[in-house]
Nanobody
């Protein structure tokens, strides 16, 4: 059974930092893109960042460029999202996803495994 389990979410003040992690089990994703998406209350799920199979390329949403960094450790089957200079508008449930492709796609339809999500709340 394939599982993606996020951890590291929580409450942080604006301007602070958090790192969320996502550990996969049940199969290896070393040949697959991995991504982070988020969904705020009343809004649609949106891409935050994605990373190619070997970490050689990454995609970032404009809203997080320069503040967030995605990385992966294929030996640990884990993807990370380092979030700095957090803003209240970053408040959302953050989901990791494993893609069917090798490249860092921004399309949710190209991800076929999803975690259960972790809440990130940024207070002003």
């Amino acid at each position: 059974q394939v599982q993606l389990v996020e951890s590291g979410g929580g409450l942080v003040q604006a301007g602070g930092s958090l790192r969320v992690s996502c550990a996969a089990s049940g199969r290896t994703f070393s040949s697959n893109a991995l991504g982070w998406f988020r969904q705020a209350p009343g809004k649609e799920r949106e891409i935050v960042a994605a990373i190619s199979w070997n970490g050689g390329s990454a995609y970032y949403a404009d809203s997080v460029k320069g503040r967030f960094t995605i990385s992966r450790d294929n030996a640990k089957n884990t993807v990370y999202l380092q979030m700095n200079s957090l803003k209240p508008e970053d408040t959302a449930v953050y989901y990791c996803a494993a893609g069917a492709r090798t490249y860092a796609s921004s399309w949710s339809r190209e991800y076929n495994y999803w975690g259960q999500g972790t809440q990130v709340t940024v207070s002003s």
